[in-house]
């Protein structure tokens, strides 16, 4: 059972580059989220999903694109990457009112 | 608007003593409170959580919980703190809609010997 698999897990972009990051559970869970994590500003959510064909954004959306064709996927898109992108990217899901499972991350850098 | 408060940034501790870490939540309701544990480069790892009942709640690796409703707070505590505890606690909540988890910003604490 691979919970929640988080794929590249470091990436390098220049600016303007656009990139997809990919997560995929496999515990049938309904909610998805993705997190970024930055240095004092603990973990802040960026967009989620209650179901497949349902996403909305969270609290740091802007930038990041996202959809939910399947119950299992759940990519990040970035648009047109910017320094200020720089960061640590989880991705978790959960069922119901039952605890995140996170995956271990992609760690970002925007030159 | 529905947030989660961790006060202190930073806390430094011997090996053997007690710990405290602090965790305050404002939300209309009572949310579903959560506390995680994150290793240097590791993801998330759930201590405990609390959902109704019994106010102090057990987790895994001797950590336990308090809630108080008057205070809006679950501080999570450990009577004896090992090396291994050094680490980065975030305390969590999920609230009203049951949709959006939010984190506070995390405490580190350092053990010494």
């Known amino acids: 059972n691979a919970g929640v698999t988080q794929t590249p897990k470091f990436q390098v972009l220049k600016t303007g580059q656009s990139m997809t990051l990919q997560c995929a559970q496999d515990?049938?869970?309904?909610?998805m989220s993705w997190y970024r994590q930055d240095p004092g500003m603990g973990l802040r959510l960026i967009h989620y999903?209650?179901?497949?064909?349902?996403?909305d954004q969270g609290e740091v959306p802007n930038g990041y694109n996202v959809s939910r064709s399947t119950t299992e996927d759940f990519p990040l898109r970035l648009l047109s990457a910017a320094p200020s992108q720089t960061s640590v990217y989880f991705c978790?899901?959960?069922?119901?009112?039952?605890?995140?499972?996170f995956g271990n991350g992609t760690r970002l850098t925007v030159t | 608007a529905q947030s989660v408060t961790q006060p202190d940034i930073h806390i430094t501790v011997s090996e053997g003593a007690s710990l405290e870490l602090r965790c305050n939540y404002s939300?209309?309701?009572?949310?579903?409170l959560f506390w995680y544990v994150q290793s240097p480069g590791q993801g998330l790892q759930l201590l405990l959580k609390?959902?109704?009942?019994?106010?102090l709640v057990q987790g895994i690796k001797g950590f336990e919980a308090e809630f108080k409703r008057s205070q809006s707070s679950f501080n999570l505590r450990k009577p004896s703190v090992h090396w291994s505890d050094a680490a980065e606690y975030f305390c969590?909540?999920?609230?009203?809609?049951?949709?959006?988890?939010?984190f506070g910003t995390g405490t580190k604490l350092q053990v010494i010997p």
């Open positions: 978790a899901s959960r069922q119901g009112l039952s605890p995140l499972h």
């Open positions: 515990m049938n869970h309904e909610y």
């Open positions: 999903s209650v179901g497949a064909g349902i996403t």
């Open positions: 939300y209309g309701a009572t949310p579903y």
């Open positions: 609390y959902f109704s009942g019994d106010t």
């Open positions: 969590a909540a999920l609230g009203g809609g049951y949709q959006k988890v939010t």
